[in-house]
């Protein structure tokens, strides 16, 4: 018990701590933990991330920079583990995809595609959809592209979650609800949106669209 409790006090004292350079080193010490005693954090997994989301919105910037890093690299090691945090995970990352800071904005689409290629796929997608209508920016179109990509791979496994979760996007999008978002992408990204629907619902998406206004 005590080789337990040891580190993840240590790793909370450091995430909390009011010093910049602290709260880095606890960074670097999740990740190594991570690395070396992933049962250790995958059973204290929602503990661990009631310290460590708050790195991700850090006021400073080396800090949720480097915390993003952190969880892109996490996340492909403990898998499944992170499931359970998926919620506040897409909140957190999502949160930075319009940061104005071109490393913090990387970083964050990174540990989104990340999240993509180790998760499961039918949560992320429903919880993309959630996020979707309180974005705004490139955030909502960095979204868009993920929902987009999550559409082959969910639509043969649980249809109903596509179109419960992905056809309202789409019909947003096509009501102009997204707007304004200042981007010559939006056509581009709403097209491939539209494709990869008609792809796997072909007529389907017909006869929707026609109760659509």
Known sequence: AVEETE?????????EAKGFQTRLEGVA???????TRPQLISTNIVQIFDCFILRIADSHKKVKQKALDVLAEIIG?????????????????TKNLNSKDPGVHAAAVKALEESIAHLDKVSLMKEFSHQWSQLSGQALLDVTERITVLVEWVYPRSPEVIQRYALPVLWSFLGNKA????????????TKLASALYNVMGNKLKKRAASQP
Do not use: F
């Open 179 to 190: 707007l304004p978002v200042r981007s010559a992408n939006v056509r581009t990204v709403l």
């Open 77 to 93: 090691v403990l898998e499944d583990a992170m499931n359970p945090e998926i919620i506040r995970l897409v909140e957190g990352i």
């Open 7 to 15: 580190p993840l006090q240590k790793l909370y004292h450091l995430l």
């Open 29 to 35: 010490l999740l990740l190594d933990l991570c690395k």
